[in-house]
T-cell receptor, first 109, second 115 residues
Framework: GQNIDQPTEMTATEGAIVQINCTYQTSGFNGLFWYQQHAGEAPTFLSYNVLDGLEEKGRFSSFLSRSKGYSYLLLKELQMKDSASYLCAGMDSNYQLIWGAGTKLIIKP | ETGVTQTPRHLVMGMTNKKSLKCEQHLGHNAMYWYKQSAKKPLELMFVYSLEERVENNSVPSRFSPECPNSSHLFLHLHTLQPEDSALYLC??????????????FGPGTRLTVT
């Protein structure tokens, strides 16, 4: 079956670095997405990886290892506004997104 | 208006009521989606439309009925719902289907409570 696993909740300190891990099993693979969702708001796109390696975008970076079925989202210089849920989603061979349940990130001052 | 809008933002309905959720996208996209989001569960894809044609119906109960009159508008008609249908209903759009790099743009959702 298809499955996305990510931690339910993480806590980090303002100014620090946090890594949110995601493992995936999909029927075929057409890439890995990360979305951010603030409480009561719409999910917004953060990153897309289809090749192995690290993609950096400002304070956020996303990594993919296709052989390990593994991705992570790295957030640097954490700010209070980064408190949100982070959703990992793998795209299968039918171009459908298979979603994880999300990781709630709590930032403490 | 910009992006993807949804109305109403909140809806409380009884199990015998009939109501509709509306979604509108102002991005010129060709694909639109309905998702159900329940607490601490993954997003569940309900329906997918491409150029007003339904291309996916993921075993959704018939009490949910989608309608896509044009590529900018998507409706979800609700009738005789159950309490377990209470959730956040999200609409999304993307440029097209079948191209993996096209991210989906989400609306703010309708918080539905069935009493």
């Amino acid at each position: 079956g298809q499955n996305i696993d990510q931690p339910t909740e993480m806590t980090a300190t303002e100014g620090a670095i946090v890594q949110i891990n995601c493992t995936y099993q999909t029927s075929g693979f057409n890439g890995l997405f990360w979305y951010q969702q603030h409480a009561g708001e719409a999910p917004t796109f953060l990153s897309y990886n289809v090749l192995d390696g690290l993609e950096e975008k400002g304070r956020f970076s996303s990594f993919l290892s296709r052989s390990k079925g593994y991705s992570y989202l790295l957030l640097k210089e954490l700010q209070m506004k980064d408190s949100a849920s982070y959703l990992c989603a793998g795209m299968d061979s039918n171009y459908q997104l298979i979603w994880g349940a999300g990781t709630k990130l709590i930032i403490k001052p | 208006e910009t992006g993807v809008t949804q109305t109403p933002r909140h809806l409380v309905m009884g199990m015998t009521n009939k109501k509709s959720l509306k979604c509108e996208q102002h991005l010129g996209h060709n694909a639109m989606y309905w998702y159900k989001q329940s607490a601490k569960k993954p997003l569940e894809l309900m329906f997918v439309y491409s150029l007003e044609e339904r291309v996916e119906n993921n075993s959704v109960p018939s009490r949910f009925s989608p309608e896509c009159p044009n590529s900018s508008h998507l409706f979800l008609h609700l009738h005789t719902l159950q309490p377990e249908d209470s959730a956040l209903y999200l609409c999304a759009s993307s440029q097209d289907l079948g191209l993996p790099s096209y991210e989906q743009y989400f609306g703010p959702g309708t918080r539905l409570t069935v009493t």
